[in-house]
Nanobody, 122 residues
Framework: QVQLAESGGGLVRPGTTLRLSCEAS????????MGWFRQAPGKEREFVAA????????YYADSLKGRFTISRENAKNTAYLQMNSLKPEDTAVYYC???????????????WGQGTQVTVSS
């Protein structure tokens, strides 16, 4: 099993920057990839970004490419989501997820965190 814990959410003003963290624990050696999703009020959960931990490839939602960046810090078993130029429409609960499958695709994961709220408002 892999446990995931997100942190770094909060209330920020439009145009600012925020970095979310997702610390993995447990069988971290089994992680093949990690991703970030978000769910805004009244909307379905949507894919944000993902990173293949074995080979380093990254994937982004087309609408977020260029503003959001996913990265990892191996020593801390932690994935990050750097969010720049935040907009009110970025308001959502952000979830991190992990997959242990070598057949992973960016939309499918085995483990999920509890989520962290990001609110962008003036």
């Amino acid at each position: 099993q892999v446990q995931l814990a997100e942190s770094g959410g909060g209330l920020v003003r439009p145009g600012t920057t925020l970095r979310l963290s997702c610390e993995a624990s447990g069988r971290t050696f089994s992680i093949y990839a990690m991703g970030w999703f978000r769910q805004a009020p009244g909307k379905e959960r949507e894919f944000v970004a993902a990173k293949n931990w074995r080979y380093g490839a990254t994937y982004y939602a087309d609408s977020l490419k260029g503003r959001f960046t996913i990265s990892r810090e191996n020593a801390k078993n932690t994935a990050y989501l750097q969010m720049n130029s935040l907009k009110p429409e970025d308001t959502a609960v952000y979830y991190c997820a992990a997959s242990s499958s070598s057949k992973w695709v960016p939309s499918e994961y085995d483990y999920w965190g509890q989520g962290t709220q990001v609110t962008v408002s003036s």
